[in-house]
């Protein structure tokens, strides 16, 4: 089933896609008690309201990131009955190229990680786009800082203490344009990023440790139809064609998101990342912001 504002741009998204039933309004699609999860695609202000109505009607809900505008936005997710499953759209966790790439720092290859560098950018300058509008949660630290930040803490299994960040906002828009951010994991372990909504398209992570790396050379959007691949190196040279290459072969990561999530539906199988996991990400949003608000260091 598929649901829009409109019935018409339902229907016809419907008869492109194969999909059977077409409803005019989110209301009417969560009344129907043939339809058991929902994935919620909407922009980040309908996030919790969406997935509270969808969740009151006794429907799971596969949300997309970030999940909320904010730390008290997500906390309502908390309200949500006992038995109903909620998860935050990071597809990333569920590609294989990450799940090596934890592997690998995991099993001491790397020697004690340090260190996580992150780029990810696109151009866009649409006014009509909801990832231009500042009111509804729009700008790069929304829509793309996020994750950087799950990376960070999908690798370091653990949550940073403070960040401190740079900001540069879109004049008309008044969104962030352009966001470099550090972030204090403690014990030495740091992550730093930047991300930008108006400069060429680029992506990368680089895991750095005592005494190796990887870089994981698309890290975020990888094609379901071609293999990606991992550089991993001792640092013995900055020739990159001396690395050792590790192929990983094509996948969509969606579909791996998608199928974990119906399998925790339908069968019961843990969701690795849930309500609490969300809440956790956003505090660091949160801090990022507050930071560029108080130019200085922000708890998390």
């Given at each position: 089933a598929i649901s829009?504002?409109?019935?018409a741009t339902a229907r016809a998204a419907a008869d492109r896609l194969g999909i059977e039933k077409a409803y005019g309004s989110y209301e009417e699609m969560l009344a129907d008690p043939q339809i058991d999860a929902v994935y919620n695609p909407?922009?980040?202000?309908?996030?919790?309201?969406?997935?509270l109505a969808a969740a009151r009607t006794g429907k799971h809900v596969l949300c997309e990131k970030p999940m909320a505008l904010n730390v008290a936005d997500a906390e309502r997710l908390r309200e949500v009955p006992e038995g109903i499953i909620i998860a935050e759209a990071f597809m990333v966790r569920y590609h294989p190229q990450w799940l090596r790439a934890r592997d690998i720092a995991r099993s001491g290859e790397l020697g004690r990680i340090t260190a996580i560098n992150g780029f990810f950018s696109y151009y866009n300058k649409d006014p009509a786009n909801v990832r231009n509008k500042a009111d509804i949660g729009g700008g790069?630290?929304?829509?793309?800082g996020c994750y950087p930040v799950t990376a960070a803490?999908?690798?370091?299994?653990?949550?940073?203490?403070?960040?401190v960040s740079l900001i540069d906002r879109d004049p008309d828009f008044?969104?962030?344009r352009l966001a470099s951010?550090?972030?204090d994991f403690d014990q030495g372990r740091q992550l730093a990023f930047t991300v930008g909504m108006q400069i060429v398209p680029s992506q990368r992570i680089e895991i750095i440790g005592e005494k190796g790396r990887v870089e994981i050379l698309i890290p975020f959007n990888a094609s379901p139809n071609q293999p990606t691949a991992l550089l991993v190196d001792d640092g013995a040279s900055l020739d990159a064609s001396l690395s050792r290459r590790e192929i990983i072969a094509p996948?969509?990561?969606y579909t791996e998101q998608a199928e974990a999530f119906a399998l925790a539906v339908l069968e019961?199988?843990?969701?690795?990342w849930g309500i609490e996991d969300a809440i956790l990400s956003m505090a660091v949003l949160d801090a990022i912001f507050a930071s560029e608000k108080s130019n200085a260091w922000a708890k998390v």
């Open positions: 829009s504002r409109d019935l909407l922009p980040n202000h309908l996030h919790v309201d969406l997935t790069a630290i929304m829509d793309i803490r999908f690798i370091f299994e653990s949550e940073p203490k403070r960040v008044k969104t962030d951010v550090i972030a996948c969509d990561q019961g199988k843990p969701l690795a």
